[in-house]
């Protein structure tokens, strides 16, 4: 039974370490940056529109599609040296930047996002579907793969076509687009 535990809370690690890896930052993002034992290092930024963040003695840094291991990694190698001997940096996020639901929804707007969360459940706090939704007709737009595609002539955002049980992430746009009766 002990042995079973185990497995069972490294296997939970594990999965929780890739999600946290898998994860990229984005405008929008709330993170905290704790360099040990020093408090004018340590500070709570917001990831601006531009994707950089404006640190103490390093200046602006590009943030934007890094992981936040990869962050941690970037801040120890640029403070290692010429500031600090051995910095122990660590990067938390917050508050993940809002989803967006638009179209046939009773409330379209952003809203916080949640690990987790899938589109039935974001289309949920959108306050659900009007009468006049398809449940056929619903895309998503990701935020940090956004691409630009040629429709009838002119510039578009290609949409992805959704499925109810799909994973949200943070900046996801989701369109529910209107049925034809």
């Known amino acids: 039974m002990l042995r079973l535990l185990s497995l069972l809370l490294v296997t939970c690690s594990l999965n929780v370490l890739a999600t946290e890896n898998a994860y990229r930052l984005g405008a929008g993002d709330l993170i905290s940056i704790s360099v040990y034992d020093e408090p004018d290092l340590s500070l709570e930024l917001r990831i601006g529109l531009s994707g950089t963040v404006s640190y103490p003695l390093l200046g602006d840094i590009e943030v934007t599609g890094l992981s936040p291991k990869e962050l941690e990694i970037r801040l120890v190698e640029r403070l290692r040296g010429p500031y600090l001997v051995d910095p122990s940096v660590t990067v938390s996020i917050m508050e993940y930047r809002p989803f967006y639901v638009t179209g046939e929804v ?10 987790g969360l899938t589109i039935d459940r974001a289309i949920s706090i959108a306050g659900g579907l009007t009468e006049r939704a398809s449940k056929n007709k619903i895309f998503v737009v990701h935020d940090l ?12 955002i290609k949409k992805n076509r959704a499925n109810i049980a799909d994973v949200v992430r943070p900046g996801d746009v989701i369109t529910v687009e209107q049925g034809f009766f």
């Open 106 to 115: 009773r409330k379209p707007g952003s809203y916080s996002f949640h690990p």
């Open 145 to 156: 793969s956004v691409k630009q595609v040629e429709l009838d002539g002119g510039p578009s």
